[in-house]
C-alpha cells in the first residue's frame, strides 16, 4: 500500500504537475484555510490526545501555520528566480545563476507533541518548494492523526499531497521507499532509523531531534522577569516541547531565590491547584507518565496499589531501600560543598579544581569525578534529585504531574540523565558562567540554551563557547515561533534546519546553471596543444588571479 502512494506521488511530481508557482500558491491558500476553517476541530483533537489547553493550540499551532504558509507563498516568486552570480574572468564573455528546483518526493513524519504544527508547518515548505509530499502523523496523538488524514485531501492536491496513518510497521515500509528526502521530527534513537534507512537510497535528511537544553541564571537577571519566562517555556504544553528549559544552572547567589520565584510564577499562571488549571495539559500517555514520575524524588509518587499485603510490605520496603541508597550515595560524593557535610574524611578524597581541569583537557567525558569544582551540593538535600519546592503531586488516571521544581539537583540523578520532556524542573547550583559552559560543553550538544544575564561579557562567552541548535538571552522558545529564523539541531540534536526561506531550500536542490556564446570562442586559448606561447600565457593569467 505504502509503495503504491509512493509510485502515485512520483506520477505526480513527474508530470511537472508541482512546479508551476500557481499551484504553490493555491496548494499554500488551501493550506491556511485548512487550519483556519476547522480551528474548533483541531483544537478538540489536541486535548483529547494531550488535553492540550485550547489557547495552546491555536497560539502555538493553528497561527504559526498559517503564518508560515502565508510567509513563503508571499515570497515565492523572489525565491524561485534566477539569481545571478559573477562568472571567472577568464571565462569572459560568460553568465553564470542558481535556480532552485523541486527535490521531489517529500516524506514527512511528524511527532505527538505538537501533532499539528510539526505536521503541517515543514509541508508549507515542501510545498512552497514545489514537492510532491508524503506525511506520516504520529500514532500516538491518534486523534489528530485521523483529523488530518480526513482534511488534507478535501483541501489539498490528493494526487500530490497524501497522508498515511499507522504506527512502526506502516513508517518501516515507507522508509524502504526511495523519497527525495525525509524530514523527521522525534527522539534521537528513531532519527538513526530513518538515517540508516535513507543511506540505502543515499536520500538527504533534515532530523528535528531534541536534547538537553540548559538555562543560565546569574546574578544580574531580573529574577521575577526570568522566572515568569523560564516557567512559561518550560511549562507550556506541560514541558513537552523540543526545545523548553530542560534544567537550570544557576549561580549561588540566586539559585534558591529562583526556584521559590519560578514557584510563584507557577501559582500565578495556573493558580493554586494545576490539576484544575484549564491552561495546564496532561502526559501524552501510561508510558511516558510512568517514564517521569522516575526522575521525581524517592518517595514522591506512591506506587500503584500492590495486589496483596505481601506484595505491599515488600514495596515498602525496596522504597525505604532506593530512598537510604539515593541519600547515602549523596552525601558520599563529595560534590562541590559537600565536605562541609560529611566532614575531613569526605574533604581529603575531595579532588581539586586541577584535577577536573586537567582531565576535562584530556577528553574525559561528564562523570562524578570531574563536576564537583563546578556543581554545588546544596545542604540538606539528600535525594539525588533534589528538593521539592513546589509540584510533585500526581494523578494516573488523569495521565497528570503537577509543575514541579527541583533545587539542589546533583548531575548524577535520573533527571539529568536523559531529556526530560515533562513538567519536571530540575535546578542545579553551578559556580560561575564558566563553570555552566564547562558542565554544559561536556554533553552532547543541545537543540537550545537560554542565558538570563545582563553581563555582556557572559552573553558573549555563552555565544562563542557553546554550541546549541539556537541561543536565547532572557527569551525561551523565541526562535521557534518565527518563519525569518532558521530552526534545527547541531550534532546529536539534529541536522539541517527549516522555517521560511531555510524551509523553503531544505526542500529544494539549488542548481548552477552556466553559460557562454560560441562566438567569439575564447576557450581556444586553453585547448590542447599546449605549446610555449600558450605556456607563457598561462604564466601571465597566473599572476593575475
Not at 515543514?122 to 514537492?131: E, T, V
Not at 531534541?210 to 543560565?216: T, V
Not at 513537552?240 to 526556584?259: F, G, K, M, N, S
Not at 537543540?447 to 552573553?459: G, K, M, P, T
Request: glycine content about 8%.
Amino acid at each position: 500500500m505504502t509503495n503504491q502512494i509512493f509510485e502515485q506521488l512520483k506520477k505526480t511530481y513527474e508530470s511537472g504537475r508541482t512546479r508551476p508557482l500557481a499551484w504553490r500558491r493555491a496548494q499554500l491558500n488551501a493550506l491556511r484555510r485548512l487550519v483556519t476553517e476547522n480551528r474548533d476541530a483541531f483544537v478538540s483533537s489536541a486535548m483529547a490526545d494531550l488535553g492540550k489547553p485550547a489557547a495552546e493550540t491555536v497560539l502555538m499551532e493553528l497561527n504559526l501555520v498559517a503564518g508560515e504558509a502565508q510567509f513563503v507563498r508571499n515570497r515565492l516568486s523572489l525565491w524561485t528566480a534566477r539569481h545571478p552570480k559573477a562568472m571567472h574572468w577568464m571565462l569572459q564573455p560568460a553568465a553564470g545563476w542558481t535556480i532552485a528546483e523541486p527535490k521531489g518526493v517529500v516524506l514527512i513524519i511528524s511527532p505527538w507533541n505538537y501533532p499539528v504544527l510539526l505536521a503541517l508547518e515543514p509541508m508549507a515548505d515542501a510545498l512552497a518548494a514545489g514537492n510532491a509530499v508524503c506525511l506520516k502523523p504520529s500514532e500516538l496523538s491518534p486523534n489528530t492523526s485521523k483529523l488530518l488524514a480526513e482534511l488534507v485531501p478535501q483541501y489539498l492536491d490528493s494526487e500530490a499531497v497524501r497522508v498515511v496513518e499507522g504506527g512502526p510497521k506502516e513508517t518501516g515500509e515507507l522508509l524502504k521507499c526511495p523519497f527525495n528526502h525525509i524530514f523527521y521530527t522525534g527522539g534521537g534513537h528513531v532519527g538513526k532509523i530513518v538515517m540508516r534507512a535513507a543511506a540505502e537510497h543515499l536520500t538527504p535528511v533534515t532530523l528535528e531531534l531534541g536534547g538537553k537544553s540548559p538555562c543560565f541564571v546569574d546574578r544580574t537577571a531580573d529574577i521575577n522577569v526570568a522566572a515568569r519566562r523560564i516557567a512559561w517555556g518550560k511549562f507550556t504544553n506541560a514541558g513537552q516541547t523540543c526545545v523548553a528549559p530542560d534544567y537550570v544552572l544557576a549561580t549561588p547567589d540566586v539559585a534558591e531565590a529562583l526556584a521559590e520565584r519560578i514557584a510563584v510564577a507557577i501559582t500565578e499562571f495556573y493558580g493554586e491547584d494545576p490539576k484544575a488549571s484549564p491552561d495546564f495539559g496532561r502526559i501524552i500517555n501510561d508510558r511516558h507518565f510512568e517514564r517521569l514520575c522516575k526522575l521525581l524524588p524517592v518517595g514522591t509518587v506512591p506506587p500503584e496499589e500492590p495486589s496483596s499485603p505481601l506484595v505491599q510490605v515488600a514495596s515498602a520496603v525496596g522504597a525505604a531501600m532506593d530512598m537510604v541508597g539515593r541519600r547515602f550515595n549523596a552525601v558520599t560524593t563529595g560534590r562541590g560543598g559537600a565536605g562541609e557535610m560529611a566532614g575531613s574524611a569526605n574533604n581529603a578524597a575531595k579532588p581539586t579544581a586541577g584535577s577536573n581541569m586537567a582531565a576535562a583537557d584530556d577528553g574525559a567525558t561528564a562523570s562524578a569525578a570531574v563536576e564537583p569544582s563546578e556543581i554545588h551540593k546544596v545542604p540538606g538535600v539528600f535525594d539525588l534529585a533534589g528538593r521539592i519546592v513546589c509540584g510533585g503531586k500526581v494523578d494516573r488516571a488523569a495521565r497528570y504531574i503537577a509543575p514541579t521544581v527541583l533545587y539542589g539537583t546533583s548531575p548524577d540523578a535520573p533527571v539529568m540523565k536523559e531529556e526530560i520532556f515533562g513538567p519536571i524542573l530540575p535546578i542545579l547550583v553551578v559556580e560561575d558562567a564558566e563553570s555552566a559552559i564547562r558542565f554544559i560543553n561536556k554533553r552532547s550538544r543541545p537543540l537550545a540554551a537560554y542565558v538570563f544575564s545582563r553581563d555582556h561579557e557572559v552573553r558573549l562567552t555563552f555565544e562563542r563557547q557553546t554550541s546549541s541548535g539556537a541561543l536565547g538571552y532572557s527569551l525561551p522558545l523565541g526562535h521557534l515561533l518565527s518563519s525569518r529564523l532558521p530552526f534545527g539541531g547541531v550534532g546529536a540534536s539534529g541536522i539541517g534546519t527549516y522555517h521560511g526561506k531555510a524551509g523553503f531550500l531544505t526542500f529544494s536542490h539549488v542548481k548552477t546553471v552556466v553559460t557562454k556564446p560560441q562566438f567569439p570562442d575564447t576557450l581556444r586559448l586553453v585547448y590542447p596543444p599546449f605549446n610555449e606561447a600558450k605556456a607563457k600565457l598561462f604564466d601571465i593569467i597566473a599572476k593575475f588571479s
